[in-house]
């Protein structure tokens, strides 16, 4: 497996998958197993940016993109999050979108009391596969290149690094 560079921040990581015939399959029945998988919803915003914070993500925007609001707009418009829980407790989310392309992955957090028990790997195939079942044969997903253990992860898993420069212009700090 190719080594990750993490020589330009914000390194874009592509994969690219043979289709498979089952979409993803979220668990319904939270008797047959410890952790179960779901589709969250506005409802379940509160648990994310709890969730969030605790794992660290440096980039919530409680003002602007991430605020309650904007977070339902972009559930509305076809944004889903799928969310890990443990005793109805949320321990893991991943966010996914698309740009017609390909599919991305975003926002993959684990609550660090759950980190090293292969909850991150089950929540980027369960990304990769509703991103399939929408047609997506490409999945991407953007790491801050100091995020060691989502780059080790995602290498793991079978993304390639690309050496390429991310740049953004944003008309506020909370955006």
Do not use: C
């Not at 966010?95 to 991305?104: F, S, Y």
């Not at 369960?126 to 989502?150: Q, V």
């Amino acid at each position: 497996m190719a080594e990750l560079s993490t020589r330009s921040r914000g390194g874009a990581l592509y994969r690219r998958r043979e289709p498979t015939e089952n979409p993803i399959q979220l668990d319904s029945d939270v008797s047959s197993v410890m952790t179960r998988l779901r589709e969250l919803t506005i409802d379940d915003y509160d648990a994310i940016i709890g969730l969030w914070r605790a794992a660290g993500l440096q980039s919530v925007r409680l003002r602007g993109r991430d605020s309650r609001d904007a977070f339902a707009a972009q559930l509305a418009a076809g944004q889903k999050v799928i969310g890990l829980e443990e005793a109805g407790q949320l321990i893991g989310a991943v966010v996914i979108t698309d740009d017609t392309r390909k599919g991305w992955i975003n926002r993959l957090a684990v609550h660090p009391d759950y980190r090293r028990k292969g909850y991150g790997a089950r929540l980027l195939a369960a990304a990769e596969e509703r991103l399939r079942a929408m047609g997506f044969r490409i999945f991407a997903g953007l790491i801050e290149a100091d995020n060691k253990g989502s780059l080790a992860l995602f290498e793991k898993e079978g993304y390639k690094t690309h050496d390429i420069v991310y740049v953004s212009k944003r008309d506020s700090d909370d955006v």
